[in-house]
C-alpha cells in the first residue's frame, strides 16, 4: 500500500496539486478521530456528519495554504472542526425562534404537545397577548408562531412567504415594542 509510509506533510503537498488520492488517504487516515471529535461539539448526528464533511472539504480547498506543524494534519483538522461546529452552532442559534424564559420553559416542561403549550403560554403571559393584539396581522402572527409557540424562524418564513431575515427583523422590531410596552406597564 502506497500510504502506509507516506506522511501527512507529502499527502498534504500532494492535496495542495489537486490529487483527489491524497484527500482520499488524509480522510483514511483522521476521519475516526474528527468525527469523535465532532461529536462531542455537534448536537445531532448530522450536524457531526456535516461537520466532518466541511473540515475535509476546508482541507482540500485550503490545502495550498496549510501549514502543519509536526507530521501530522490531524490538530490542523481538530481546530478546524472545531470552528466549523462552532460556527454551525451559532447558526442554528440565530435561526432557532427566542422561545419564553428559561423559567418558563422549565415551568411548562410537563406539558404535551405545542398546541398545549402555547395555550399555557397565551394564559401566562395573556398581558403580552394584548399587546401582540394591537399589533398589524403580520406581526401579530410572527410574534404567535416565533415568541409564543417557539417555532423556528425558517419556518414561519415559509409559511408567510418571507425571508428569514424579515421574519429575523420584525421579532426584533416588535419585541423592543412588547418589551417597552410591559416596561410601561409595570411602571
Known amino acids: 500500500m502506497e500510504h502506509i509510509g ?87 442559534a440565530r435561526n432557532r425562534a427566542d422561545t419564553l424564559t428559561e423559567s418558563d420553559r422549565a415551568h411548562r416542561a410537563g406539558l404535551g404537545g405545542g398546541t398545549e403549550r402555547a395555550d399555557q403560554a397565551r394564559e401566562e403571559l395573556r398581558w403580552v397577548m394584548d399587546e401582540i393584539e394591537r399589533l398589524e396581522p403580520v406581526d401579530r402572527q410572527i410574534c404567535e408562531l416565533c415568541l409564543v409557540e417557539g417555532r423556528p424562524y425558517q419556518e414561519v418564513a415559509d409559511a408567510l412567504g418571507l425571508s428569514v431575515g424579515a421574519v429575523k427583523q420584525r421579532v426584533s422590531r416588535n419585541r423592543a415594542r412588547l418589551r417597552k410596552a410591559v416596561t410601561v406597564d409595570e411602571n
Open 6 to 92: 507516506t506522511t501527512d506533510a507529502e499527502l498534504l503537498t500532494r492535496l495542495a496539486d489537486g490529487d483527489q488520492q491524497a484527500l482520499a488517504l488524509i480522510f483514511d487516515r483522521h476521519a475516526a478521530a474528527v468525527t469523535r471529535y465532532a461529536w462531542a461539539l455537534a448536537p445531532t448526528r448530522m450536524d457531526v456528519e456535516e461537520v466532518v464533511q466541511d473540515t475535509f472539504l476546508t482541507a482540500w480547498r485550503k490545502a495550498s495554504t496549510i501549514t502543519i506543524a509536526q507530521t501530522s494534519m490531524l490538530p490542523w483538522l481538530l481546530v478546524t472542526c472545531r470552528y466549523l461546529a462552532f460556527n454551525a452552532n451559532r447558526k442554528q
